[in-house]
């Protein structure tokens, strides 16, 4: 309930910096975070920690501490990160600075991405911005998570093309208020990687 406080008085201060009134319900924190504590490379980025829900469906779901770096631009926010969450990296800054921030801490890529950023209620080129910065950090099989409360993909299929990527639902989660879609986004591959290999563990019998 602190945390439902907290939140809803950084609302009352930047309704759209925060995009929603409470903070996500746990059965969408653990949707978010269950792809995400799977990945095969660590470490993982989070962008907009809020009041923490979807950091500690993270470690609940088995990260380590030490293997998440959470970035909030909110300074009181940011703060109370820090202070619930003593083992985490958290940087105070914007997610369009990614890349820099995650630089500055001597770290050159990342596994993955969670986001929980209010991306419907940002300019198209904030978004672009996100999107560009946090796939610098992201190698080939590099992965980012939002969840949106909208029924379309939150960031365009034409700035997805642009930048030679694309995107999926994982997940519906209805038990949230409001009820949430989980995006997966990913690198298109490339034309030589998509090209079909013989395998050679194929049973030679089964039919193309
Ligand atoms: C919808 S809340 C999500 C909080 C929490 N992860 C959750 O799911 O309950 C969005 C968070 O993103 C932060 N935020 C918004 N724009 C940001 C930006 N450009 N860079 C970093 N954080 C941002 C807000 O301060 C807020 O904490």
Excluded at 123 to 147: N, V
Excluded at 181 to 200: F, G, H, M
Aim: aromatic share 6%.
């Amino acid at each position: 309930m602190r945390h439902d406080a907290m939140f809803f008085a950084r609302w009352l201060r930047d309704p759209r910096g925060m995009g929603s009134v409470v903070p996500s319900g746990r059965t969408l924190a653990l949707a978010m975070a269950e792809p995400a504590a799977r990945a095969y490379k660590t470490p993982i980025l989070e962008l907009g920690g809020g009041t923490g829900t979807v950091t500690e469906a993270l470690f609940e779901c088995g990260l380590d501490p030490h293997d998440l770096i959470v970035i909030e631009r909110d300074a009181q926010l940011h703060r109370h990160l820090e202070l619930r969450f003593p083992q985490v990296r958290v940087v105070r800054g914007d997610a369009a600075h990614a890349h820099r921030l995650l630089a500055e801490l001597g770290v050159d890529a990342v596994g993955g991405v969670v986001s929980s950023l209010p991306l419907l209620s940002m300019p198209l080129l904030a978004r672009r911005r996100i999107l560009g910065s946090a796939f610098r950090s992201l190698g080939a099989d590099g992965f980012l998570l939002q969840f949106t409360y909208g029924p379309l993909s939150p960031l365009p299929d034409r700035m997805l093309t642009t930048l030679a990527l694309r995107g999926r639902v994982i997940d519906r989660v209805w038990r949230n208020v409001p009820p949430a879609t989980v995006w997966r986004y990913e690198r298109v591959p490339s034309q030589s990687a998509a090209v079909p290999q013989p395998d050679p563990l194929a049973d030679p019998s089964a039919s193309p």
